[in-house]
């Protein structure tokens, strides 16, 4: 035993005697992880989490989250002698006066943009893969959740600043709070502490984006992972791959090292994106004050399809009995969003009860060989696109040279015309490729190899699928329609038929499909 | 539910293939310099990182393309610590991909559910409990405590009263009365009708009484915008008409939607715009709504002139300013 082993065993021994720990460790080092590019798509919202707490750790030393008024004389000339709030200062400080400040503030927004695109990628990779299915709708509901927080949090994050623009994102928050019915005003004049913009929501905001989020988002992560690591990663179908078992890499090493330096090659490429990118540059919106804006005023991405909502309403407001209802803002920026991220947490509930499935899944569906749930995502993503493109309406005008008319009237026909038709046209992609996937197993491979037969006929030649490939193409069950019959035994009509109606059309849309070729269709072939 | 027999038998798990690495000792020698040289990379971005921090001075910049003038301080530590933490990935991952084992493993997964024994275990266990709790024998007990649960969940909602005080008339005031002044924005000075050619657009605040302070509140709600166009282009009725001076109108600068400054007048066209959601208002037609998303023109301020000749309100705004409100009447 040289003396490294004994130290090391020394050292397992005293905490294994205290915490039991390697029985545990013993089970889970080895644990199997399956491989696949898009399952990193999660690990990237993980990693900039953490980068986020890291960097913004650095940025709450020196940051001042005061709206008390003082005059800068830092050491940016342009805005030298200007009234501002403590908060822009102090912002002012970090980019210019603190070595490495700025590359951490933009780290920290870099890191932010990609913590959100991460996580609604990888919300669209479980999405499409029907890895939201039982026994995994938990983890499902707390990753909208996460997605929802996130969003808030980075629109928290992005007004603490106190500059021109954050300033008039919290004025437009001002406005949604002001709006609800009954008690906007009320509730507005309680967050602010008074009137818009008063003194107190900047601190505010502060503890909520640094403290309170954080801690929720902290413990919200803990169990998404926990509940991947108790109930196994799903896998993607393939040769050896069942629904019984979890094929892949043992933690120790392979994932170790592959997931650790993930992380290094995440937090590398965001300190990259950092120094050379510039993000966000504060310095040249000036100070907030409500009676002046920048044009071309745009939120982060993440927000930009709510404001291109916002943008795109039609003027409606409702006047009566002495009171005010602002459609204009209730409808995009309240219920639409409400609608859309209730209808998400719901999806895995909806889904199974249109399909009566009732069973656990880990293997991942092929998004093609669940043709209406992938047409819905599209659906549902063709319509955010719109309110995203709209939401850059004016950088699109001047970019392009359309007029802003033109692309809020595109926008506001689009958003109702378009995702309907992106459902249907990628439902019948979807069927297509099912049918193409069926004559691969069929007919083979076209080689492009072109052979005369004796008598003069030329025809080319395919080449059969090999037995692998093959089982990837068939391996995926294909269920019947629902059978709810809208009457009983006796002919009676049974209660709640309207609804059972409605489940058994959705059904019979949810199992349109190609038939997979069955194995009488492949010996008809081979006889050939 | 169809459970038809795969047409393709599952030809299990391919066979492993080796990698270069795993048998030829040059190939091994060269994955394990590959790794050392990332590695060695990482540590020379860090070497970067410090020499940066230390002798570059922060205000020197230097010219990049594309980038432009760039801070030499920001960047390089920047680079040195992306090149510092990036290469430490590099270097594990090319370790694991070409010298850890690469052979599949296979583990078996077990249903969620616990078994029928144990869930009946389960239910015993709660049964008894809570059968010894005697919770359901008890109701006095129960309602007692649902009553004293209910009341400690408002004690947050009480707590958290004091956060702001009751808007009372405040979302429906602005700081402008009968002969307030209108001063420019910035310069605090007094405006004559001469002081505008026609064409010509001024943000404007009311002027304060000595000693008085403004707040970034009373610009939210006090700002207007002073407009003048040629008097016959006006379309108003004639009230609103009465408000004008010499083709001067004065409008909130404050967007009837969502509370933005409005910013963008088009000389033209007699348009202003709101750059937020671009809701569109017609000068020449009291500030109607002519595109977006504003459902309400912007409120007009009634002018007219004082002894001195000085441009004043004639009277407060004569609806509250800014987005909707549930209170608001109009």
Known sequence: MTARERIAGTVANYVDERTGAAKWLKKNLTKVFPDHWSFMLGEIALYSFVILLLSGTFLTFWFDPSQKEVIYNGSYQPLSGLKMSAAYESTLHISFDVRGGLLMRQIHHWAALIFLAAIVVHLLRVYFTGAFRKPREFNWILGVGLLTLGIVEGFLGYSLPDDLLSGTGIRIAEAIIQALPVVGSYLAYFAFGGAFPGEAFIPRIYTVHILLLPGIFLALITVHLMLVWYQKHTQYPGPGRTEKNVVGYPLMPVYMAKAGGFFFIVFGITAFLGAVASINPIWLYGPYTPGQISAGSQPDWYMGWLDGLVRMAPPLETHAFGHTISWNILIPGLIIPGIMFTGLALYPFIESWITGDKREHHLLDRPRNVPNRTALGVMALTFTLIGLINGGNDIIATHFHLTINQIMWFSRIGIIVLPPIAFVITKRICLSLQRADRELVLHGRETGRLIRLPHGEFVEVHEPLNQEQMWKLTQHEQTPALALPETDNAGVRRPKSITSKLRARMSRAATEQVAKPTSDDIKAIEHH | ?330
């Open chain 2, 1 to 330: 539910m169809s459970t038809e027999i795969a047409p393709v038998e599952d030809p299990g798990l391919p066979a492993h293939i080796h990698r270069k690495a795993d048998h030829d000792p040059v190939a091994e020698k060269k994955a394990e310099r590959q790794v050392a040289i990332l590695f060695a990379l990482s540590a020379l971005g860090t070497v970067l990182m410090i020499y940066s921090y230390i002798f570059i001075p922060g205000d020197k910049f230097i010219f990049l393309p594309i980038m432009g003038n760039t801070n030499a301080s920001q960047l390089f530590l920047g680079i040195g610590m992306a090149a510092s933490l990036f290469f430490i990935g590099m270097g594990a991952i090319q370790w694991a991909r070409t010298l850890m084992p690469d052979n599949e493993v296979i583990a078996q997964r077990h249903e969620m559910r616990s078994s029928d024994e144990d869930r009946a275990d389960f239910v015993d266990t709660v049964k008894e409990r809570a059968g010894t709790a005697g919770l359901g024998r008890r109701p006095l007990i129960k309602r007692s405590l649902g009553l004293a649960l209910g009341l400690v969940g408002l004690s947050p909602v009480l707590l958290l009263r004091d956060l702001g005080p009751l808007p009372k008339m405040e979302l429906s005031q602005t700081s402008w009365r009968a002969g307030t002044r209108l001063v420019t924005d910035p310069g605090d000075r007094p405006i004559k009708p001469s002081d505008l050619e026609v064409g010509a657009v001024a943000q404007v605040l009311p002027e304060l009484a000595k000693g008085q302070e403004r707040t970034l509140a009373d610009i939210g709600k006090d700002a207007v915008l002073l407009i003048r166009i040629r008097p016959q282009d006006f379309q108003l009725s004639p009230e609103k008409l009465s408000w004008t001076h010499e083709g001067i109108i004065a409008f909130s600068k404050i967007c009837s939607h969502m509370g933005c400054a409005i910013a963008l007048y088009e000389q033209q066209t007699k348009h202003l715009l709101c750059p937020c959601h671009q809701s569109t208002f017609d000068v020449t037609r009291g500030a109607k709504v002519i595109f977006g998303p504003a459902a309400r023109p912007l409120p007009q301020l009634a002018l007219s002139l004082d002894a001195e000749g000085y441009l004043v309100a004639r009277q407060p705004f004569a609806e509250p300013v800014g987005p909707s409100f549930w209170e608001r009447s109009s």
